[in-house]
C-alpha cells in the first residue's frame, strides 16, 4: 500500500468542508488590481497597504543592488552572508524605531520563530494572546517555556495569570500590536503597565501597523505613545516585517544593543538561515524614505478605512473591532464565506476568505485590506456589489453579536 494514501483522504476530507485551500497564480499580487485567470480584479486580499510592492522607486533600487552583488547571499550572516546593505538597513530600522539596534532575518515569520525560544527557556514563562499570529504561536511551541495563553485583549485574566505564577526565572509577555484578522488593536498601554509591574519583558510584533499607524508610521506603539510616553520604553521587544507595508521582504527585531547582540548569537532562525538578498534590504530602505516623506500615504489609508467601515456597518455588516485597514465582514460558516467570496470575485472583487486553520471553526470571515490604491470608485463599487449579495448571514452575524 502507498504510506502516503492518507494524505488524499485527508486532502478529501478538506475539500468536503470547504475548507482546502486552492494556490491561486495572480499576476503581480501587489497593487489595487489583479489579474487571474484572465480577469482583472480589485485585490483587497494583499497586505501591501501603501501599495509600494511594485513601486518604482522600490523596484529601481532593488535593480542597482542586484547588478552591483548579484542575487544570493550565498550563507548565514555570521559566517559571511551579511551585506553592507544589511547593516545599512538595520541602522535605518533601528533610528526608525527608535531603538539602540536592529536585525534584519529571512522572514518576520522567521523572527518570531527564533528569537521567543532565545529569550526564554524551561525556567520561564510565556503569557500569549489567544489571537496571535501562528509565527508567535509557533515561537511559543519552539520554546520549552510554559505557556499561558490569555483571551483575545483580556488584560484583567493576564493580571491574575501574572499574579498567580510568579515562580519562574523571566517572564515574557507577547502580543501582536495589530490582530491580522480582526484588524483590532492590542491594549499595549495595559500590557506596558502589567509588564512594568511584574517585571516581565514585552515583545509586540507590529507586522500590519509598521508603515501604517503612527505619526511617523512606526506603529500602534508610537500611535499610542502620544498619549502614554511612557509606553515606548515599556516595550522590550519590537518585531516588524518589510514584506507587508513596506513592500518588500524579510523581517526584523529591534530593542537594545544587548538584546540584539543576545540574538544574532542565539536565535536559529538567524544563526542557521541564509541571509536574504541585499537587493531586498535596498528596497526595504527605500520605502523607509518612502514612508518618512509622504505621512499622507497612512493618514488617507487610515480614513478610507474608517469611512468604508462605517458604510458596511450601516449596511448590517458586522466588522467586529477592527480600528484599521483590516475589514473583516465576520460570517461564521466556512462554507457560506466561500459561497461569498466567489460570488465578489465574479464582480470583479478578489476578497479573502479566511477559514478554519487560520480562525476557529465557525468563526470564518472575508478578510479585506484597504491599500493605498484603492480609489474611492472601486470602494463604491465594491460596497454596491455587497449591498446586491443576497446573505442571510449578515443579519444571522448582526444577531448573533
Ligand atoms: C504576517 C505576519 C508575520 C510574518 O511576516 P512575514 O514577513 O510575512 O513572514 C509575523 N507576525 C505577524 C503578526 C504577521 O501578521
Redo the contacts with the bound molecule.
Keep these: 500500500m502507498d504510506p502516503l494514501i492518507w494524505i488524499d483522504e485527508q486532502l478529501n476530507q478538506l475539500s468536503q468542508s470547504d475548507l482546502l485551500r486552492e494556490l491561486p497564480v495572480p499576476l503581480c499580487a501587489a497593487g489595487a488590481t489583479v489579474e487571474i485567470d484572465g480577469q482583472q480584479l480589485v485585490n483587497f486580499a494583499s497586505n501591501d497597504y501603501l501599495g509600494l510592492a511594485a513601486d518604482e522607486r522600490l523596484v529601481a533600487a532593488a535593480t542597482d543592488a542586484c547588478r552591483q552583488q548579484g542575487i544570493g547571499r550565498g550563507a548565514s550572516p555570521l559566517i559571511c552572508g551579511r551585506a553592507e546593505m544589511h547593516a545599512a538597513l538595520e541602522k535605518r530600522l533601528a533610528q526608525f524605531e527608535q531603538t539602540e539596534a536592529a536585525l534584519l532575518f529571512p522572514?518576520?515569520?522567521a523572527v518570531?520563530a527564533g528569537i521567543i525560544p532565545a529569550l526564554v527557556n524551561e525556567d520561564d514563562a510565556i503569557y500569549s494572546d489567544a489571537k496571535n499570529?501562528a509565527?508567535i504561536v509557533d515561537g511559543c511551541r519552539l520554546a520549552s517555556a510554559e505557556t499561558h495563553i490569555y483571551p483575545h485583549g483580556d488584560t484583567e485574566s493576564l493580571a491574575r495569570l501574572l499574579q498567580d505564577s510568579n515562580q519562574f526565572r523571566r517572564r515574557l509577555i507577547v502580543t501582536?500590536s495589530l490582530f491580522?484578522m480582526d484588524g483590532d488593536l492590542a491594549p499595549l498601554v495595559e500590557l506596558g503597565n502589567l509588564a512594568e509591574r511584574h517585571d516581565a519583558m514585552l515583545m509586540v510584533?507590529e507586522?500590519?501597523a509598521t508603515g501604517v499607524f503612527g505619526t511617523h508610521g512606526r506603529g500602534v506603539v508610537e500611535h499610542l505613545t502620544e498619549q502614554h510616553p511612557r509606553l515606548h520604553d515599556q516595550v522590550h521587544v519590537r518585531v516588524g516585517?518589510l514584506?507587508?507595508a513596506l513592500g518588500a521582504a524579510g523581517?526584523f527585531v529591534c530593542g537594545s544593543t544587548s538584546l540584539v547582540g543576545w540574538l544574532a548569537n542565539r536565535a536559529r532562525t538567524y544563526v542557521f538561515s541564509t541571509a536574504h538578498p541585499a537587493a531586498t534590504s535596498a528596497a526595504a530602505i527605500a520605502a523607509l524614505e518612502i514612508v518618512a516623506e509622504q505621512p499622507d500615504r497612512r493618514k488617507n489609508l487610515l480614513e478610507k478605512s474608517a469611512s468604508l467601515r462605517s458604510q458596511l456597518n450601516k449596511m448590517g455588516w458586522n466588522t467586529g473591532k477592527s480600528a484599521s485597514q483590516i475589514i473583516p465582514l465576520l460570517v461564521g460558516s466556512a462554507s457560506e464565506t466561500m459561497r461569498l467570496a466567489k460570488t465578489l470575485r465574479e464582480a470583479g472583487f478578489w476578497v479573502g476568505a479566511i477559514r478554519p486553520p487560520s480562525v476557529p471553526e465557525g468563526e470564518s470571515l472575508l478578510r479585506l485590506g484597504l491599500t493605498a490604491g484603492h480609489t474611492d470608485t472601486m470602494i463604491a463599487e465594491f460596497v454596491a456589489a455587497l449591498g446586491r449579495l443576497d446573505h442571510q448571514s449578515k443579519h444571522a452575524s448582526v444577531v448573533a453579536s
Excluded: M
Aim: glycine fraction near 14%; charged fraction near 20%.
Design positions: 522572514t518576520g515569520f518570531n499570529h509565527s501582536d491580522s510584533d507586522a500590519h516585517t514584506s507587508k523581517g
